[in-house]
């Protein structure tokens, strides 16, 4: 996601074998929230630390 100083918003989507630039309203602000949902869902460093430590212990 790319905030521009004119207040627009522009984002970079990737699948397998595409890729595209989306710059229309609706479909950005679709991917602002997509985006935020998986920010909010992701762990913290430290959770990952333990986790990869948990995974790696067996």
């Not at 970079?12 to 920010?39: C, D, M, V, Y």
Request: aromatic share 8%; glycine share 6%; no cysteine.
């Amino acid at each position: 996601m790319l905030k521009l100083p004119d207040g627009k918003t522009s984002g970079h989507a990737e699948r397998q074998f595409a890729n595209r630039l989306i710059s229309a309203p609706k479909e950005a602000q679709t991917l602002e929230a997509w985006h935020g949902i998986l920010r909010s869902l992701a762990l913290t460093p430290a959770a990952w630390t333990d986790f990869l430590a948990y995974a790696a212990a067996g």
